[in-house]
């Protein structure tokens, strides 16, 4: 039995003994997919999550996450982008940060607020950063109307211990305001620290797993913007590999929905990654569809091209995905 098992289990049996409130969520991903490369029916993923809450009289004291993964196709390295979420949450008291400690998303950019996990079209973190979830220690908090996160983690990844004694350092401000009737979200994020690095050629085996770890810096600039039923996110990142003296790499991404109704919603989307070696870039347009009255259920739809330049490679390729999402 893992460690995220036992903890999963002794999370449940210890606060029900303090009569505490738990909830049991779960979910599966089945896809079909269709293309140039790969054709196939798949369970992308099956999960189970508990959520504990301790709560006094006056306040919350403790909230704790355990995300179970039941099964499915994913396997190696990447199965840590999506699965291993396991934290508690400390709040220290009303106007104070809340202290986060465990295995959780690195708050870079989009990362900090957007919940890729369920998505088909995925933002650029692979590529950018190389990691999404890992264990550390953070606060995080609200001054006014700006968000802010600071996490420090090992840099390795889910259910690893740190291989190089190399720890990341990543910090977030985020002010919130209205600009009309559209709420809108500016994020700054700086990041620092040994991550795993692959590159533009080696891609295609990021499931084997990292062979190199390598000191990356980044900056980000992130935008949410909420207008009714139009959604807009923007994110742009740039930075060194190795070393501050390495040539500049960059990312951006940018992503358009809008509930046509409120079970109805397209979405295109473009990002891409450059480095010295070349780019890496994917369309995608989508269709996503919420059965009216039933929110258990969530069809998504994307066409995506993808396309990578490098010195030894010219490669384009296209797929068709239809996703079933089963939520309790």
Do not use: C
């Not at 996450?65 to 999506?82: E, I, N, P, Y």
């Not at 950019?109 to 957007?114: H, K, P, Q, R, V």
Request: glycine share 12%; aromatic share 10%.
């Amino acid at each position: 039995m893992s460690r995220r098992s036992l903890l999963a289990i002794a999370l449940v049996v210890g606060v029900s003994l303090a009569g505490t409130s738990v909830q049991l969520h779960g979910g599966l991903y089945s896809r079909y997919t269709y293309g140039a490369m790969e054709s196939g029916f798949t369970l992308m993923g099956a999960e189970a999550d508990i959520q504990a809450q301790v709560t006094g009289e006056t306040r919350d004291i403790l909230t704790a996450l355990v995300q179970l993964r039941a099964g499915g196709a994913m396997s190696g390295w990447t199965m840590g982008f999506h699965f291993g979420e396991a934290y508690a949450l400390l709040p220290l008291g009303l106007s104070l940060p809340t202290v986060k400690v465990g295995q959780a998303v690195i708050p870079f950019g989009l990362l900090a607020d957007y919940d890729v996990h369920g998505q088909v079209i995925q933002t650029p973190f692979a590529r950018t950063l190389g990691l999404r979830l890992d264990p550390g220690l953070g606060v995080l908090g609200v001054l006014g109307r700006t968000d802010y996160r600071l996490w420090l983690s090992n840099g390795n990844g889910p259910d690893m211990m740190d291989n190089d004694r190399g720890k990341v350092v990543t910090a977030r401000v985020a002010p919130r305001f209205l600009l009309g009737d559209a709420e809108v979200t500016l994020g700054l994020s700086g990041l620092a620290g040994s991550l795993p690095y692959w590159s533009l050629d080696s891609l295609p085996k990021m499931i084997e797993g990292p062979r190199l770890y390598v000191s990356k810096y980044r900056l980000g600039l992130d935008n949410n913007v909420d207008w009714g039923p139009l959604i807009i996110r923007l994110e742009g990142s740039a930075g060194k590999d190795s070393s501050l003296s390495q040539p500049l790499v960059y990312g951006y991404y940018g992503e358009a929905r809008y509930a046509v109704t409120r079970w109805l919603e397209p979405i295109v989307a473009y990002d891409g990654f450059h480095t010295g070696e070349g780019s890496a870039r994917t369309f995608s347009a989508g269709l996503n569809y919420y059965p009216p009255d039933i929110s258990a259920f969530e069809i998504q739809t994307a066409y995506q091209r993808n396309f990578l330049n490098t010195a030894s490679q010219n490669m384009e390729d296209w797929h068709v995905i239809a996703q079933l999402a089963v939520r309790f």
